[in-house]
């Protein structure tokens, strides 16, 4: 079992992140864990099934869980929002609905796992870099109320769990319907 | 606005509670909040209102949400899981399936936020009595991998969170099927 492994039931301090940051790593880990394993085994009919006109698609679930990812990169280490051009790039991952109904189709699970890895390790260098003062800065956030940036990225995981609950719901159904 | 209000997007310290039971919390209190505003305003038909045979009810997940943490009292505070009397009492809610579609009917949303807010009463008495030393805690858990308190009390809101986004999605389709 690797280190990493073993210490999948720990919410603590990591070598290479200051105590806060460790420990809300330890949670995205786990979470990105079980996103991972409720998606393993899935092909491109089971990624691309929507159960009802308005249902998202898992595939374009995990891509929303990517770029909201992403969006909070821009709006912590950067402090500024996504622009157009970034928000087009993601195909409509970020605000789910019809484009991303329409557009995210017709991938196998390897192209999600890639962007979700590829976005994850940009966070980590980024957390790598800065400390616990800076997650805990503060700014006005949604409807002008102070939010800082811990709460940022427990949003972004309690964003992917939300969605992991429905990736597990949907997962039943489309394996059953395919079956 | 109150201030647990006006500390809703903070994950930080909290008076009563020492620094790292503060933060979690914090994550606990948003979690619940967002789970409450995802139920407010349903009837006993959109609580009952079941998608499909294998489909949880929205008050079964409300009821498996405050079931969930009752065991974590359990196995955290007082180290035993919950006995079969226990489990019965809290009438399948703890597994979901074919008891709790069964058992859990006809109740209205206060019946669930109350049995939720009596629950969580108990676990912030609890937590106000331990300190960050109890929080790191490990015992063997699941596969006998090591988990610390702090990771078993995640466990429960990361689990809420799931069935948070069930609920969102199933929210939908009950009040569309009853409009």
């Known amino acids: 079992m690797s280190e990493s492994e073993s210490r999948l039931f720990l919410v603590d301090e990591l070598p290479g992140f200051t105590p806060q940051i460790g420990r809300l790593v330890s949670m995205m880990r786990y979470v990105r864990h079980t996103t991972l394993a409720d998606a393993a085994g899935l092909g491109v009919e089971q990624l691309d099934y929507l159960h009802d006109p308005t249902s998202n698609s898992i595939g374009a679930l995990l891509l929303h869980i990517a770029a909201v990812e992403v969006a909070y990169q821009a709006i912590t280490f950067h402090r500024r929002d996504l622009t157009e051009e970034?928000?087009?790039?993601?195909?409509?991952?970020?605000?789910?609905?019809?484009?991303?109904?329409?557009?995210?189709?017709?991938?196998?699970?390897?192209?999600?796992?890639?962007?979700?890895?590829?976005?994850?390790?940009?966070?980590?260098?980024?957390?790598?870099?800065?400390?616990?003062?800076?997650?805990?800065?503060?700014?006005?956030?949604?409807?002008?109320?102070?939010?800082?940036?811990?709460?940022?990225?427990?949003?972004?995981?309690?964003?992917?769990?939300?969605?992991?609950?429905?990736?597990?719901?949907?997962?039943?159904?489309?394996?059953?319907?395919?079956?």
Chains 1, 2 share one sequence.
């Open 86 to 179: 970034e928000e087009n790039e993601w195909n409509g991952a970020l605000d789910l609905g019809d484009k991303a109904r329409r557009g995210i189709r017709g991938h196998d699970l390897n192209y999600y796992v890639k962007r979700l890895e590829g976005v994850r390790a940009d966070t980590l260098a980024e957390f790598a870099r800065r400390n616990d003062d800076w997650l805990a800065e503060q700014t006005p956030f949604w409807g002008g109320r102070r939010a800082n940036n811990h709460f940022k990225w427990f949003h972004v995981l309690e964003d992917e769990l939300n969605h992991r609950g429905q990736i597990r719901w949907l997962k039943t159904r489309a394996l059953r319907d395919s079956a």
